[in-house]
């Protein structure tokens, strides 16, 4: 292809970018979801401005985009959501390597890791930008970026000390998705070793190590395959097979011979009202959602084979709920009494609550100020959070979501970075945030301790360990997926679900406003499910278990040692630079 024709190619598929973003917006005048437009939109861009940028580069330069964008490929479908595909991953960091191998400019290296990272986020997350099309753009470009910074610190490594410049990567990539669950702007859905998430059989070894082990595994394995492709290293294979087989084997066998402990059983139904959340959710009468509700709730109770000690209902079913006194909020008291008291015990529902501040308490970062009758002002908190209520007593336990979303539900970095507060309004959230908590405390009934997990804190495998240490001997996941349409994001959700079973060894169930309830047991396998825009409920048991696994005991240890050798690999690579400058100012 000539270096016009590429050019005009570029421009034309620009074009057809602009009328996917025009149709985009149509739809959201019409009221209408985006499904797939966000990835054709972000797909045409890339391809046509590729287009243009490499339409007068030499063959040998252009040899190097195509290898990074073999690995940025293989890595969105590698990732769950799309084809089955998880082995990808194994492979995918390997034309990566091998331009980082050649001798180019630390530029060079720099844009073709962006090009592989930005097609990685595209392919994989493109859908976060059915929730808001800023939050989307932001989470693509800025995550790329990110994924740059370890990228470029194995890079400098590769040149100043190469003996250890891939485990230098391990290294820094494993710090890197580390910090990405521990900090204000934590984004960690693409950790690598959430890329086997859809199957479970494969990894159960996350028992011990977590995620972070699998994202070990996963640069491991691509490192072996680099050295078996390089020429005269053929003693790498077995290598290469022990690296591949020997984890498989050994997870398809815990798989096939795991036993849960003995422990009882509870019984719950899971409600999925499927309340679109963008036009109808919160647009239609409380009225009208109580009718769902209670309709699909005595019809999951009537379909139980006996009394049912749980009834489940999604992320912020019932809004403006006074946390403290939340048995008395008149939706939650007109759903009570439609249900027959002898064939449920409890109620466990996600509820957008408030706590109202006392005068002269002290106040949290999260407080708002509203006008009260008086012509004073009110303190007030507004919360994310979940309630267990009894049916009998009517006494009731909450709980307050402990990680928010960046942007929708906090404002990261709020006092350095105020200048971005319009940006925040329009992703839907607010500077003031979400109230949280500090424990990951269990909700306690007569017969079990459930962990109250609502939506986005069920990414978080060390974090998610917190309510495991407090009791909790199984899992209630309450979430919203309808967000992004019917597209991976709702569905690599619940894969995730999965893989804190298999870390914790404890069996969840999932109810989804959108998206998929599930009931899934102890190793990670999906017993049963609903599916996207389906009303509907799930009956089902989960078995308890008080047994603590190494994982939750210990941690993310993998990543403290990284962390450590990270920080080694660094003043190595500082020392050395002082050192090679030095000699050279001798020289002259």
Known sequence: MSPRTRNYSGIILLLLAAVVGYVMYDRTQREDLWGYLPLALYLFSWLGATLLFTAKQAPDDRRYFYLSTASGVLLGLGFPGYLPLPFLLLIAWVPL??????????????????NAFLLYNILATFWVTNTAFAAGLFAVAVNSLLMCIPWMLFHWTSRVSPRVSYLSLIAFWLSFEHLHYNWSLNWPWLTLGNGFAQYPALIQWYEVTGV???????????????????????????????????????????????????????????????????????????AQQLATFVSLSREAL??????????????????????????????????????????????????????????????????????????????????????????????????????????????????????????????GGTVAGLGSQSARTPLVGERARVAPVICYESVFGEYFTDYIREGAQAVFVMTNDGWWDNTAGHRQHLYFSSLRAIETRRAVVRSANMGACAFIDQRGHIQSRTYYDERGYLNGTLRLNDAVTPYVRFGDIIARVALLLAAMCLLSNIARTLRQRSGALEED
């Open 97 to 114: 390597l091998l331009v980082q191998r050649a001798e180019l400019s630390s530029r060079a290296i720099f844009l073709h890791g962006f």
């Open 302 to 427: 009537q379909g139980a084979s006996g009394p049912v000690d749980y009834l489940l209902l999604p992320e912020t079913s019932f809004s403006n709920v006074d946390e403290t006194v939340a048995n008395t909020a008149p939706a939650l008291r007109a759903l009570l009494q439609e249900l027959p008291a002898e064939r449920v015990r409890y109620l466990v529902t996600g509820i957008s609550s408030y706590y109202r501040f006392q005068p002269g308490e002290a106040v949290t970062d999260a407080v708002r100020y509203y006008p009260s009758r008086d012509g004073g002002e009110v303190a007030l908190e507004a919360l994310n959070g979940a309630v267990q209520i009894d049916l009998d007593s009517r006494e009731f336990q909450t709980y307050r979501k402990g990680v928010f979303v960046p942007g929708a539900e906090s404002f990261p970095f709020r006092d350095v970075l105020f200048f971005l507060e319009p940006l925040v309004n329009s992703l």
């Open 212 to 286: 972070l082990g699998g994202s070990a595994w996963i640069l491991a394995v691509n490192w072996l395959v680099l050295r078996f492709y390089l020429p005269r290293r053929p003693s790498f294979s077995w290598s290469l097979a022990a690296a591949v087989v020997l984890p498989v084997a050994g997870s398809l066998l815990r798989y096939a011979t795991y036993t849960p402990p003995p422990g009882e059983t509870i019984s719950v139904s899971a409600i999925q009202p499927n309340f679109e959340p963008h036009y109808e959710k919160f647009a239609g009468t409380q």
